[in-house]
Structures are given as C-alpha cells and as structure tokens.
C-alpha cells in the first residue's frame, strides 16, 4: 500500500476504483464523483462488490480509516492505495464532490 495525494488519486479516478470508507452521515456531505461507498465495518463482507481486476483508492476523512482499509484489501488480494488527508485535503483544494 502506498499513501498517495490528492491529485494522483484525481488522475486516477477512470482507471481506479474510489472506495469511501466513511460513515452514511460522514458521505451525505459529500463524496467524490463516481465514488463506492462502504464503511469501514462492513468491507470485510462487501469485498464481493468490488472488481478485483481494477486498483483501489481507499478514501476517509483525515486517511487513517482508509489506510486500514487499504491494508484489508492488500491482505484480501486487492490493489490498494489510500488517499492522504482524506476528504478534508479533497474538499480544502477544491476539488469535485457530489451530495449521494
């Protein structure tokens, strides 16, 4: 797992999955387009909703959910990165985000 910036993850939006980890009232305030959302506590059993073909961006508040998150996903098989700064660093550059 690597820690990657913002705008990589931006880069990398068509080619990579966006995995919210956040909570149902964390991602009502926004999310990134086109983002999957799964909190953190049920990933272990949603991992089939996931394409594990394609790399994932986990993504959180502040990245410390999403760094467990991309560890579960590694040890699950997974490619995963997780977002630095999270939605907090998303929001502060300015960068798109929709209400869900």
Same mark, same amino acid.
């Given at each position: 797992?690597?820690e ?12 990579a999955t966006? *995995?919210?980890?956040?909570e ?9 387009p ?6 953190l506590?049920? *990933?272990?059993s949603? &991992?089939?909703? &996931? ?18 998150a991309?560890?579960? *996903? *590694?040890v ?10 999270g939605?907090t660093a ?7 985000t929709?209400?869900?």
């Amino acid at each position: 797992m690597s820690e990657i910036t913002t705008a990589e993850a931006n880069a990398r939006r068509n080619t990579a999955t966006i *995995l919210d980890v956040r909570e149902e009232a964390e991602t009502a305030e926004g999310m990134i387009p086109g983002a999957v959302h799964i909190p953190l506590g049920q *990933l272990a059993s949603r &991992l089939g909703e &996931l394409d594990a073909g394609r790399p994932v961006i986990t993504v959180c508040a502040s990245g410390n959910r999403s760094a467990h998150a991309a560890v579960d *996903l *590694l040890v699950a098989g997974f490619r995963a990165d997780t977002m630095a700064g999270g939605m907090t660093a998303w929001e502060t550059e300015g960068r798109p985000t929709h209400k869900p």
